[in-house]
């Protein structure tokens, strides 16, 4: 017979999904329940520490509208417990939900034990919330003998539907890591009716530009189950791309049109970067000390797992220098990118920082958490024989030399089990990283997971190609797939990493199935990878 037993997660996923049902009283005794105005977007929570978590929501009538509610704040009452049923409270307390940061709360509740689950909810204007769930991190002289956490990235509302996030809902972990692109900039149509993106507020516009135009879209994406559920089941740790804001854009440079004319000055992208930075902060359970109109907003922060695993979350775009070429689109020659020696993906200060963080580490495993491909990747040019080899120049390919730094760096300060987390390029690719990638016989100094996308596309035709080419172009490359969407499941011990390929076959539907593709493993001390 079956096993027809519900765990919470089960139960919690399945409630989130739900919609058009009212919040009872006592909505806490049907963990999860669906969302009632005004918490439409649902709940969330992020940057787990030891002692305290980010708790998010933001209060809406209408998800569409920005401006929905009066402009004045609102209370709103929180609750942390050690139960789903709110039987045992720990910490309460009450904040404000101000116009001027469009109603949303970040709550940081003190205190909590380390490593433990809570549940937490939140009131406000007489409604009670759905219930999510959280996990603090375990204490800095925890062994923390295993963590279990999954990796999203590149969710296109127009490009189809959302069933990863389901999957993800559904699985047992401690904590989730998206690294960008968690929204899209651009105005397309969508083949899904319920799918269209908001419309822009600049006439013949064809991106956001404004923050009412940023929050509108955040909270479309937002109002999806799926997503909802997602959230309300694990502890966050975001950080933005390029999409967040702008595709490819790189410090206060805009995106470069197919004329090769850049669309605004810095002084007016400036103008544009606060809003969609404002507005991702509004949406998301991170912790970050935002000034409303400022251009810039310090993402990159560092979260240690016990003695197990310290992530080390970068931001790849704020502050790095332009893509080197000067000509539209990613691709161009790989020397270019060898050539960049001035250029850098980081900005000086988070270089120290991060090389500060790698090298006084105390933990088994240290990650590099970020958004675009550091392994050096090799294209065949789809276009013709001249050239014949192209390169990412908007990956670390076209910033070559502080990659060699980076690498350089943890070979000779021997960083113990260095991994690399990437996504971007909506396609799975697990590396080995060497020194010198003419070398593939030299031992590696780090590996790197790339996950796909949730829903963003990637080219099929350019799937077989690649796995054909790949062994030739790219010996690195130990696994590569670019036909599914989905998102990685990681299980880490002191001994091992474990990484499962999670996809669905399909994105036309809310509903599929998720089936894990291939699961590779390292074992602590080889940087090597080996299929499970």
């Known amino acids: 017979m079956p096993d027809l037993t519900l765990n919470r997660r089960q139960v919690l996923t399945g409630a989130v999904l739900l919609s058009g049902a009212a919040i009872v009283a006592e909505p806490a005794a049907a963990f999860g329940a669906a969302v009632a105005d005004p918490f439409l977007l649902g709940v969330a ?13 933001r209060l809406v009538r209408d998800p569409l509208d920005a401006r929905s509610l009066p402009a004045k704040p609102v209370e709103v009452a929180w609750q942390v417990a050690t139960d789903e049923h709110f039987h045992h409270v720990v910490r309460e307390g009450h904040t404000l939900a101000r116009p001027e940061l469009a109603h949303s709360v970040h709550v940081e509740p003190h205190g909590l034990r380390p490593g433990w689950e809570y549940f937490y909810r939140f ?7 759905p219930v999510g769930r959280t996990r603090t991190a ?3 002289w925890d062994s923390c003998p295993r963590l279990r956490f999954g990796i999203v990235n590149c969710q296109d509302f127009q490009n189809g539907y959302w069933p990863a996030y389901t999957g993800l809902a559904g699985e047992d972990l401690d904590v ?15 083949v899904y009716p319920d799918r269209q993106h908001t419309t822009p507020q600049t006439p013949g516009l064809d991106q956001l530009r404004t923050l009412d135009d940023y929050r509108n879209r955040h909270a479309q994406y937002k109002g999806d189950p799926a997503l909802r559920a997602a959230h309300a089941a694990f502890p966050w740790i975001v950080t933005w791309d390029d999409h967040e804001t702008e595709n490819n854009y790189a410090t206060l440079i805009d995106e470069i049109d197919d004329t090769g004319a850049k669309h605004q000055t810095p002084a007016e992208f400036a103008v544009q970067r606060a809003a969609a930075y404002q507005a991702y902060y509004e949406h998301m359970p ?9 251009p ?6 560092r979260f240690d797992f016990g003695r197990l695993a310290r992530f080390n979350v970068l931001d790849t775009r704020q502050y790095r220098t ?4 000067g000509f539209p689109g990613d691709f161009g020659l790989p020397q270019a990118g060898t050539a ?6 980081t900005g000086a200060d988070q270089e120290r920082w991060l090389t500060n963080g790698l090298t006084g580490s105390h933990t088994r495993w240290n990650v590099i958490a970020q958004q675009v491909m550091m392994s050096r990747t090799l294209f065949p040019n789809p276009l013709g024989p001249v050239p014949p080899i192209l390169a990412n120049l908007d990956q670390w390919d076209g910033y070559a030399p502080q990659r060699g730094r980076l690498l350089n760096l943890l070979a000779q300060r021997r960083v113990a089990n260095p991994v690399v987390l990437a996504g971007d390029i909506h396609s799975t690719w697990f590396s080995e990283l060497k020194l010198d990638f003419d070398r593939p016989d030299l031992p590696s100094v780090a590996v790197e997971f790339t996950a796909t996308s949730v829903s963003s596309d990637f080219p099929i035709a350019f799937d077989a190609p690649l796995k054909a080419i790949n062994p030739k172009l790219n010996p690195h490359v130990r696994y590569f797939d670019g036909s599914k969407r989905g998102y990685l499941r990681v299980a880490v011990d002191h001994d091992s990493w474990r990484t499962d390929v999670r996809t669905v076959d399909t994105i036309a539907v809310r509903q599929a199935p998720v089936s894990t593709s291939a699961s590779f493993v390292v074992e602590a001390g080889t940087s090597t990878l080996v299929k499970a």
């Open 296 to 301: 810039d907003l310090r993402i990159f922060r």
């Open 286 to 294: 991170i912790r970050a000390n935002l000034k409303p109109g400022s």
């Open 123 to 129: 009131r406000a204007l007489d409604e009670l919330s």
């Open 176 to 190: 989730v890591l998206h690294l960008g692109d968690y929204i899209y900039e651009y105005d397309a149509h969508s």
């Open 322 to 325: 332009d893509q080197p070429g």
């Open 138 to 140: 375990p204490a800095p």
């Open 340 to 345: 960049n020696v001035t250029g850098t993906l």
């Open 45 to 57: 929570s992020g940057d787990p520490l030891p002692h305290s978590v980010i708790l998010w929501t």
